[in-house]
């Protein structure tokens, strides 16, 4: 079991290194990592133009579709509300935002996969 535990943590580390490396290939200017309040946890803020971004990194072994669907409703309340302290801690309360998640899968080969989508609580 903790073996397992491990291999779960090494692929959400690695989901988060190859999500950070995909947004700044996409222009994104990243603002926060891992960033925590008492709602949570906001994986990536990013900026891209003018609008604060929101990123969600999801990992699974079990493909990008179960990854997306780990994103509960109890899950974007947390988002949310972490979200909103960000923004009032950064100055940001009248800036455009949006929440994306980026799910990375496990290939059998041991290859990751990322998939992006934009906007996920318009869900």
Known sequence: MAD???RQQSLGARGEQMAHEYLARQGYT????NWHCTY???DIV????????FVEVRARSAGASQAF??????????LIRAAQIF???HGLDD?????????VSAMPNGALRL???????GW
Do not use: H, W
């Open 40 to 42: 949570g946890e906001l």
């Open 30 to 33: 990243i603002l926060a990592t």
């Open 115 to 121: 998939e992006y989508a934009e906007d996920v609580l």
């Open 46 to 53: 990013a900026q891209m133009a003018e609008t604060i971004v």
């Open 87 to 89: 923004l009032s801690e």
């Open 4 to 6: 397992e535990s491990n």
């Open 95 to 103: 800036a455009p935002c949006r929440f994306d998640a980026v799910a």
């Open 69 to 78: 669907a780990s994103i509960t409703p109890r899950k974007q309340q947390k």
